[in-house]
Each structure stands twice: as structure tokens, then as C-alpha cells.
């Protein structure tokens, strides 16, 4: 016939109606006969067997047979029994598992009431030992390899893409974890999608024969995920033609079928009832929201300058050597502090060097985040912004450790986004010992103050001389950072058109409103304590 669907590729859909009103239509109907060979008649004449030919098609093959056509609507999960299951779970020797028992009850309920309400068309549930052979790949070459149960839940795990790592593993690393966490699990093990698969399967056995499970054919097969989404494979027909199959064997029967979403569809009524409840389920959560967030939105104090800084150490370039990791930390000037709690250092991890453009390029993507407060107190002092401190170094497989580089990295003062590069230098020493060191054994000169870099947290002097230091330029640094500011200082620029002062200055300004509204603050408090205790000195006086 030229009007079968040949495309049997798999359709999706998502829904967030329960699975459980899922409906779908499954037709089958037979197009050629079983028995369309000829037949022969063996016929006794005179003593001699003679072989006549009979007519093609015998009468019994010529009428329809009841199984020839067969329609049934799926639920979700629902379990039709195929012949051959039948047969297996009436045997009690056959029960093994829970489920097996609970098949077992089910045939011999359905054989108490007559039969089974199916012919050819059964399906297998999720919790069936069932994986579909098209989908099954082969572990080995051998033809007479079977399935495991391990290998068919595998089957529905997909795994985690793991790009090729370039650099050799350490010997000295245990790659077993004999105490995993759970973290650990979470992000090294196999990804498993939680799903539901539903199999709808047609037997296609000859009558008056044992059915086999070669016999069994899939149909269409159905899965669900916990986010709503549903494959089919093959999709409903619609418009289309059925779908064909045809048996394998000398029988060689071909039968067409098709897919029919049946599914009740919902009243406007219960459209308008449902669009109702969505709006109330959004309102009451956006109020629940609210209340355990607030509706004020968290200032700093006033006078104060609250910096968020989000930034990432991505790369770093030319350097001497391989295998590198960055020591940083945050040096806060004067008038600038954070919270006891927050720790202002870090060390990266160890990254390989690959050729980029000529250059040795070591990618970290470490990233890193400071909260950290601003507040004036004189406005005669210029102000200060924090600076990052980083040391390059790196470490070889004999454990030799090397000092690359030394460079400082300035906040900027500007909310947004900032890409830096920071270029580095290292000290060499005063005599030829050093670099020799340096090569065979390890080890370099090191700044005994990392802050030397820039200018020095212990230097009080006006004028700052390190003529007579040898050193020597070495790789970069390429740094991300994204500052966010918030004040309230910011409030009277929104609010008035003309900006009639710097940030330090309204910070400043602010600084001396903060003392009075601390000032105002304590006579209110202490005026309602009088208050109180007026109130009670009457109270007893009245008394007695």
C-alpha cells in the first residue's frame, strides 16, 4: 500500500496535566493471510498415494478471523498481559519476586472471569523486565550475547560528556574516594533522569502455536519525565497512513497499525477554573514570598559604601614554567573593613599550560567574592581603594616549587564590569647561585612583604625608592571583576536632578548625619525611660 507512514522517528510534547489522564488509541489490523501457501491433499487411488494441489487459500484462511482487526485504549501504566505471559505467571514455579506474585494473582483473577480482555495487542509497564532490542546496544561482538539486568536499567541512564583532559594523572593520587560524600557522588556518578517508560507491544504469534517472545513486537513506546515532557515513538498518526510491520520467519505477515491521542480534553469551564487557580496558587506564593523576604530593600547604614565584588582569576600567560597556581589576597586601606567571618586570601588550583598564539596559556576560571564596607571618616584624608595581591608559582612533578611572578591588581572605583591584566615581575637575586638553584633544584628569592609590589603596608614615608632591586618581568594575569555599589548616598542622585556633590563627599556628609541620628537615637530612648518611670512612681504612689 503507498499510503503507509514510514517515519517512525520520535515526537515531544510537554504538559503539566497529570500523566494519569493520558490516553492513547492503539489499532491493529492484519493485511495478508497466514495461510496464503498453497496446500496439498493427499489422496488414496488405486492403492497409490497421489499429492494434489489445493485451490491457493483454504477456506479457513479466506474469512476474516476475529484477531485479524483489534483496537484498545492505553492508560498510563496500565498492564495488558500477552499470552505467553499468561502461560508463565499461571505457574506457580515461575513466581520469584514480589512482582512475579502479584502477576500471578492478576492471570488467575482474569482466568476466573473468562479471559483476558486483549487478543494480540498487550504492554509492558515500567517496573517489567522489558527493554526494547532496537535500543539496546551490544557490548560485545559475540551473537549470542543476552541482556543483564543491570544492562537494562542502564540502558535509560545517560552519562556525563567528559571532554578529553589534557596532562598525565599523578602517580602518587588515589583515584579511588573510600569515603565519597554525597557531593561527591552527585557531581562524579551517572546522570539519571527520573522517567517512566511504558511499552505498547503486539503479539504476532501463528494460532495453535506456543507464543514465543521473538514474536513480540514494540509498537510504540512511551516515556515521561518528572518535567513534563513526553516522547512517543512512532508519533500519532493524525492524517498520516498507519504505520506498517511486518513478522520475520517463513510466514512473513504484514500488519498495519495506528496511534490515536484520545485523551479528554478539558471544558472551558475547567479552563476558567483552572486559569482561576493558577492565578490564586501564583498570588498566595508571590504573598509568601513577600512576607519571608520583606517588602524594604537591605541598605547599608547611611554614610556607609557597601562594594560587592564578584570577580574570576581566568587565565594567566608566558610564564617560565608549567603547571601553575596563584596566591591572592585582598589588602583593605584605612576606613575600609569587613566582616570578621570573610576570609580575604585564596590559592587556586594547579593548571596546565597549552600553546596559544605562541603563547603558554594556564586557564583557571577560579572565581572569587568580597563583601566589604567603605565609611569616611574625615574628609580631609584621601581615600583609599582596596588592592588584590597575586603570586604566581608553580611545581613540577619532582615537587620542585618555583616563585613566577608578583603582581597587584587595583578595585576599581567604578561599578560594572572590568577586564584587568596584571603584569607580573619576579626578584633574581644578586648572584649567579640563584638562578642555578632555580633550575636544578627549586626554589627562588621570595618578597619577605608581598605588598612590596605596589607600596608597602608598613611604609610611612613621602617618598617610596626601590632603585637597587634586581628583578625580572615575567608572564600576566588576566582578571575579571564585576563591582556592585550600593549607599544611600546614591539616593539623592536619582532624586535630584543636579549632582552637587562627589560620592566621598555625600559619604562624608552622611557619616555626620549618622552621628546625630545616633545622638537622636539615645535621647529618644532615654526620654522613654523616664517616661516609664514616671509612669510607675505614680502608679505606686496611688497605691498607698
Given at each position: 500500500?503507498?499510503n ?8 515531544y ?22 495461510t ?7 489422496v ?17 484462511s479466506?474469512?476474516p478471523r476475529?484477531?485479524d482487526?483489534?483496537e484498545?485504549?492505553f492508560?498510563?501504566?496500565q498492564?495488558?498481559f500477552?499470552?505467553r505471559e499468561?502461560?508463565?505467571?499461571s ?6 519476586t514480589y ?6 494473582h492478576?492471570?488467575t ?6 479471559g483476558r ?6 504492554s509492558y509497564v515500567?517496573?517489567d ?11 560485545t561482538?559475540s551473537p549470542?550475547e543476552?541482556?543483564?539486568f543491570?544492562v537494562e ?5 545517560r552519562?556525563?560528556r567528559?571532554?578529553d ?7 602518587n593520587?588515589n ?5 565519597p560524600?554525597?557531593d ?18 503486539a ?12 514474536d ?8 515521561v ?5 513526553i516522547?512517543i515513538?512512532?508519533d ?7 504505520y506498517?510491520?511486518?513478522?520475520e520467519?517463513e510466514?512473513?505477515?504484514i ?12 471544558s ?5 477554573r ?9 498570588a ?6 513577600a512576607a519571608?523576604?520583606?517588602?524594604q530593600?537591605e ?10 565584588l564578584?570577580?574570576e582569576?581566568v587565565?594567566?600567560?608566558n610564564?617560565e614554567y ?16 569587613s ?6 586570601s585564596g ?10 598564539d605562541k603563547?603558554?596559556v594556564?586557564y583557571?576560571?577560579y ?9 569616611n571618616e574625615?574628609e580631609?584624608?584621601?581615600?583609599q ?5 597575586l603570586?604566581?608559582l608553580?611545581?613540577?612533578s ?20 572590568h577586564?584587568?591584566?596584571?603584569h607580573?615581575w619576579r ?5 649567579l647561585?640563584?638562578p642555578?638553584r632555580?633550575f ?19 611604609f ?12 625580572e618581568?615575567?608572564?600576566s ?6 563591582c ?7 539616593l ?8 552637587t ?7 562624608g ?8 541620628m545616633?545622638?537622636l537615637d539615645?535621647f529618644q ?6 517616661q ?5 512612681l ?6 498607698a
Open positions: 500500500m503507498d503507509w507512514s514510514t517515519d517512525k522517528s520520535t515526537a510534547y510537554r504538559s503539566r496535566d497529570p500523566i494519569n489522564n493520558f490516553r492513547i488509541k492503539v489499532t491493529l489490523h492484519r493485511i495478508t493471510s497466514a496464503i501457501i498453497p496446500q496439498h491433499n493427499v488414496q487411488q488405486e492403492g497409490q498415494s497421489h499429492v494434489e494441489m489445493g485451490d491457493m487459500g483454504s477456506k479457513a479466506m474469512g476475529p484477531d482487526r483489534e484498545f485504549t492508560q498510563w501504566q498492564k495488558l500477552s499470552q499468561m502461560t508463565e505467571y505457574n506457580k514455579s515461575n513466581v520469584l512482582l512475579d506474585e502479584k502477576y500471578n492478576e492471570v483473577s482474569l482466568e476466573q472471569k473468562g480482555p486483549n487478543k494480540r495487542i498487550f515500567d517496573h523486565r522489558f527493554t526494547n532490542l532496537e535500543e539496546y546496544d551490544t557490548m561482538t549470542n543476552d541482556q543483564s543491570l536499567r542502564m540502558s535509560q541512564v552519562r556525563r567528559q571532554a583532559r589534557g596532562g598525565n594523572i599523578p602517580r593520587k583515584l579511588v574516594n573510600m569515603k560524600t554525597e561527591f557522588i552527585r557531581n562524579n556518578h551517572v546522570i539519571n533522569t527520573p522517567q517512566q517508560t511504558m511499552y505498547i507491544m503479539d504476532l504469534s501463528a494460532r495453535n502455536r506456543t507464543p514465543e517472545l521473538s513480540e513486537y514494540v509498537l510504540c513506546t512511551i516515556q519525565d518528572n518535567n513534563g515532557v516522547s515513538k512512532p500519532f498518526n493524525r492524517s498520516r497512513g498507519p506498517r510491520l511486518e513478522t520467519g510466514r512473513r505477515e500488519y498495519e497499525y495506528t496511534l490515536q491521542h484520545v485523551s479528554k480534553a478539558m472551558s469551564q475547567e479552563q476558567d483552572e486559569h482561576k487557580m493558577y492565578k490564586e496558587l501564583y498566595k506564593h508571590i504573598e509568601t514570598l519571608s523576604v520583606g517588602e530593600f541598605m547599608p547604614p547611611p554614610g556607609i559604601l557597601r562594594l560587592n564578584y570577580g582569576i587565565s594567566a600567560r610564564f608549567d603547571n601553575l597556581h596563584i596566591n591572592f589576597f585582598l589588602e583593605l586601606p584605612r576606613n575600609w573593613t566582616d570578621h567571618g570573610q576570609q580575604l590559592v587556586t588550583h594547579t593548571a596546565a599550560t597549552k600553546v596559544e603563547d603558554n594556564a583557571f576560571s572565581p572569587f567574592e568580597y563583601e566589604i564596607f567603605f565609611r574625615t580631609d584624608d584621601m581615600p581603594w582596596p588592592l588584590l595581591f603570586q604566581v608553580s611545581v613540577d619532582w615537587q620542585r616549587y618555583r616563585t613566577e611572578g608578583y603582581g597587584y591588581c587595583s578595585i576599581p572605583s567604578a561599578p560594572g564590569v577586564h584587568k591584566t596584571t607580573t626578584p633574581v637575586g644578586n648572584s647561585v640563584d642555578m632555580r636544578f633544584v627549586g626554589g627562588s628569592p621570595e618578597l619577605e612583604d608581598p605588598t612590596y609590589t605596589a607600596v608597602p603596608t608598613t610611612d614615608g613621602q617618598r617610596l625608592s626601590k632603585f637597587g632591586f634586581r628583578t618581568s615575567s608572564g594575569i588576566q582578571i575579571k571583576l564585576y556592585v555599589q550600593q549607599s544611600q548616598a546614591f539623592e542622585t536619582t532624586t535630584k536632578k543636579r549632582k556633590a562627589t560620592l566621598l563627599d555625600r559619604l556628609g552622611m557619616s555626620a548625619q549618622s552621628n546625630i545616633n545622638v539615645a530612648k532615654a526620654r522613654k525611660r523616664m516609664s518611670a514616671r509612669e510607675n505614680a502608679s505606686t504612689m496611688g497605691a
